[in-house]
C-alpha cells in the first residue's frame, strides 16, 4: 500500500508539472507576440528593477492569479510560505534533502500563487546564469518543497526567446550536496528521464 501511494502522489506530481509548464510557456509566448522579446523587452543585459516589475506585472495578469504572496520584504503570513522574514532556505531543500535549498534567483521582487496552490517566481535576476528565468513551485505549501520533486526551473534563451526546461547534470544528482541540487532536474522531469538510471523513468527514480 506504502507504495502504490508513492506512486501514486508521483504522477500527481508529475501532471502539475505538464500543467504548470503549459501554463508558463503560453504566457511566455503570448509575451513574446505582443513584446517581440521578453529578454529584450523586460531582462536586457542591464536589467532595472523597473523592468523587473513591469515583467512581473505582465505575467500575473496573463496568469490571473488570484493573489500575490508578498514582497521578500514583506511576505504576507501564511499565504504562500510558513515564513515572514523573507529566510526560503529555511523551506526548500535540495533533491536528496541533504542542504538548504539556494533561493536566491527565485525570490526577488515577488512570487504569484494560482487557485490550485501553484507558485510561480517570475524573471528574477541575480547574476547572468539567473537572469531570465521562470521558477515554480508546484506544490505550494504542501510541500515535500524539494528542487527537483516539487520546485523546477525554466530558462528562456536570450537570443530565440523560447522556454527551456533547466537541464544540469551537475544539479541533478541524488548524490550531491551542492546548494542548487536539483534545480538541473526539470528537463528530465519533464520527459521522464532518469538522469543516473537508464532502466527507470524520472518519476519511478527519484529519492
Known sequence: MPTLINKYQKKVLEVKLKKAYSVINNIHNKLHIEYD?????????NPTIELRREHFNS??????????CGSIQNIKSNKCFDTTN????SIYKTLNKQSSLNTTNMFQENAIIDRDGTIYFVGNVVSTQWNNSYT???NGKKGPNRAGYDVFIFFFDKNSDKLTPNKNIQHCDINSSNVHNGFGCTYYAVNDICPWDE?????????
Not at 199 to 207: A, F, L, Q, S, V
Request: net charge negative; with cysteine.
Open 37 to 45: 522579446s521578453v529578454y529584450n523587452t523586460f531582462v536586457t543585459d
Open 86 to 89: 523573507g529566510n526560503l532556505s
Open 199 to 207: 532502466h527507470k523513468r524520472y518519476w519511478e527514480c527519484i529519492p
Open 136 to 138: 515554480v513551485d508546484i
Open 59 to 68: 505575467f500575473f495578469k496573463e496568469l490571473q492569479a488570484p493573489d500575490f
